[in-house]
């Protein structure tokens, strides 16, 4: 019998990677609050700028996460981190520099937001590709658990001190900071010491000749469509992710512009720091929750819940909103959070490792491709009838999505499935 497990706080690999993520999480929160406020303070830009601005950063999600899926199951996924991060610390360094010349227009923001988004795919595909491989399946929901830990402390305090550098340093050298954080995370990448395995690809191990990428994307494609519970997960994140784009799309417009609510930079972050105590509750209980009420059932639940955010929003009197926000924040950031943990963690559980890559590719095209939709949907009706009634059109459809899951075989799953580790599991894309 083998003896207990050990905790990964005692996982040097892991703990080199979780400190990759949480200091490149905390300097993104930085940009996430600088870029809109420097868009809307400095350059005067209109609120279609805005959302356009945010839907460029998406695009790539829908163009490129399919092809980067493929491309990581054939490549090792460490060297493609590191690339990632050291490419987006150049594309922001532009930001500052082009400000202090004279020479920063919002056109740059668009290039240096799609660059930054391309960079994203393959990171992120090959960061949630790569964890398995350092860490055992038995541990998939602690580590992921631990990871968005750091999301949600980086949410907690990135947007107070993010709103406090932007007050002192200007947002575009306040981004200097978000550059670094980007070296400083591939240079922890790269100190991970164990063996990454040998990507494997079925056909060479056959001894016949590799299909095209395309075949390869289709075959992701296939393994998440033709399963009933991914097919589901998906369909309600994607829906969620559309309709908040909606709602969210001008939201610090209608945060930071007099003409609506007029709330200083310093105290939007302070805001959304206070709100985004729900998410580490939701990192530390997602486990918990998972226990008390099946993985399922916690999945569509925190799915439900996590809709009332923008709603919050669409409420809060012009009078005393801030109140309403950080409810909204509380809520949105909970629900997000055990969410993410347990239907990633599923998601990891019953994929062959030769499918990572494509699967959470897939997933990823079919979930963010719909943000910069929802983006240019949310800037138009801004745009045409107002942003605080945007706001609450996104935040009324926003309720729908938990019906995905809700009919679906994902309502009947209590435990977390043994993680599928042999090549002859392909078939596990069924249920």
Same mark, same amino acid.
């Given at each position: ?15 080199k ?42 695009l ?43 020479a ?7 290039v ?17 590709s ?49 550059? #670094?954080?980007?070296? #400083? ?24 000749q ?11 494609l ?17 829906t ?12 610090i ?10 709330? #200083?930079p #310093? ?7 206070i ?43 012009a ?85 995905f ?27």
């Open positions: 019998m083998s003896g207990p497990r050990r905790s990964l706080l005692r996982h040097p690999d892991f703990l990677l979780w400190t990759a993520e949480t200091v490149s999480v905390f300097g993104s929160q930085i940009s996430a609050l600088a870029i809109p406020l420097l868009a809307v303070l400095t350059l005067k830009v209109s609120p279609f700028d805005v959302a356009l601005l945010g839907t460029i950063e998406m790539p999600f829908i163009l490129f996460t399919l092809p980067a899926g493929a491309w990581v199951d054939r490549l090792r996924r460490r060297p493609i981190m590191i690339t990632g991060d050291l490419g987006r610390a150049v594309a922001l360094a532009t930001i500052p520099l082009a400000y202090a010349f004279g920063l227009t919002i056109w740059q923001l668009y240096v937001g799609f660059v930054t988004g391309v960079l994203t795919v393959f990171f992120d595909v090959s960061n949630q790569y964890l398995p491989s350092i860490i055992e399946h038995d541990e998939l929901v602690e580590g992921n658990s631990k990871l968005q830990v750091s999301q949600s402390a980086a949410q907690i305090a990135g947007p107070g001190i993010a709103g406090y550098l932007v007050g002192v340093l200007t947002a575009p050298f306040a981004i200097l900071l978000d550059a #670094a954080s980007f070296v #400083a995370s591939a240079f922890f990448v790269f100190l991970i010491r164990r063996p990454e395995p040998p990507v494997v690809h079925p056909a060479d191990a056959a001894g016949e590799r299909p095209s990428i395309w075949s390869d994307i289709r075959a992701g296939g393994f998440v469509l033709h399963n009933r519970s991914l097919r589901a997960i998906a369909g309600g994140t994607a969620s992710n559309l309709f908040t784009s909606i709602a969210f799309a001008t939201v417009v209608y945060f930071a512009d007099s003409a609506y609510l007029g709330l #200083a #310093a105290t939007i972050g302070v805001v959304y720091a709100g985004n105590i729900g998410a580490l509750v939701g990192a530390l209980t997602a486990n918990r929750l998972a226990r008390r009420f099946g993985v399922g059932p916690t999945i569509i639940g925190t799915l439900a819940v996590g809709s009332l955010n923008p709603l919050f929003v669409a409420l809060a009197p009078a005393m909103p801030i109140p309403f926000i950080v409810a909204g924040g509380l809520v949105g950031g909970f629900s997000q959070m055990a969410y993410n943990i347990n239907q990633v963690s599923y998601r990891q559980a019953i994929c062959p490792p030769r499918m990572q890559g494509r699967m959470n590719a897939t997933i990823r095209f079919l979930v963010w491709g719909t943000m910069p939709i929802g983006g240019i949907i949310g800037g138009i009706l801004a745009t045409v009838i107002g942003v605080h009634e945007a706001i609450w059109i996104g935040a009324i459809l926003g309720l729908t999505p938990a019906l899951p809700l009919l679906s075989p994902v309502r009947h799953i209590r435990v977390m499935p043994e993680q599928v580790a042999r090549e002859d599991a392909a078939d596990a894309g069924a249920d």
